[in-house]
């Protein structure tokens, strides 16, 4: 069993078109996220969720907006798409014991927008 | 967080030791170093953490200085599957409620294994 699982692995689509990428994670953690992998490889945090609270990057464009149907599901919502959106998008997961917080991470869908 | 420094690249023969350096010299008292790795096309995959003990696990282990300044991840016998981006990351211990806010990564070091 997948622990976080994200779908689909790769899209492909037109500049301007609304998109969804969907996550789940089997793990019964409290905290999501999506983070950003660019071309150049960086690693970026998007978004943090949990049941009480959202915490976005500010670097992150309001065409982006996470949305929760329940604890075990972060989806990421992505209107007008730009071409600057080609990234690798990762969802993860975690929950926080005793001061840790370890984060486990989906495969990673892939976005090309042309 | 504190800021950690990793050196870009390494090479390492299969089946030695890979010794991958991480400085993190503003680190505080509270924060942990934790460290994850990223295979080519891969979500990154949690290795080990630890707060000023050395720390041992079934992949890896994890030794930081008394001072805790700088600590090593040491991958005992690498093998061809280990080559990837090893990222060291600090990060504050996580209260009640918290540790909602992401991780922050580097640029990481690109371990190559060579066979």
């Known amino acids: 069993d997948t622990a976080v699982s994200q779908t689909p692995k790769y899209l492909v689509t037109q500049m301007g078109n609304d998109k969804s990428i969907k996550c789940e994670q089997n793990?019964?953690?409290?905290?999501m996220y999506w983070y950003k992998q660019d071309s150049k490889k960086f690693l970026k945090i998007m978004f943090s969720?949990?049941?009480?609270?959202?915490?976005i990057n500010e670097t992150v464009p309001n065409r982006f907006s996470p949305k929760s149907p329940d604890k075990a599901h972060l989806n990421l919502h992505i209107n007008s798409l730009e071409l600057g959106d080609s990234a690798v998008y990762f969802c993860?997961?975690?929950?926080?014991?005793?001061?840790?917080?370890?984060?486990?991470f989906g495969a990673g869908t892939r976005l090309s927008v042309l | 967080d504190a800021k950690t420094t990793q050196p870009p690249s390494m090479d390492c023969a299969e089946g030695r030791a890979a010794n991958l350096p991480c400085n993190h010299s503003?680190?505080?008292?509270?924060?942990?170093v934790y460290w994850y790795r990223q295979i080519h096309s891969q979500g990154p995959q949690y290795i080990i953490h630890?707060?000023?003990n050395n720390e041992t696990n079934e992949m890896a282990s994890l030794i930081i200085t008394e001072d805790r300044k700088s600590s090593t991840l040491i991958l005992p016998h690498a093998t061809l599957r280990d080559t990837a981006v090893y990222y060291c990351?600090?990060?504050?211990?996580?209260?009640?409620?918290?540790?909602?806010?992401?991780?922050?990564f580097g640029k990481g070091t690109h371990l190559i294994i060579q066979p």
């Open positions: 993860a997961s975690s929950q926080p014991r005793q001061g840790i917080v370890i984060q486990y």
């Open positions: 793990l019964g953690h409290d905290t």
């Open positions: 969720y949990n049941n009480k609270e959202l915490i």
């Open positions: 503003t680190i505080s008292g509270n924060e942990y």
């Open positions: 630890g707060l000023k």
């Open positions: 990351i600090v990060r504050v211990r996580a209260y009640s409620g918290g540790g909602a806010d992401g991780l922050t």
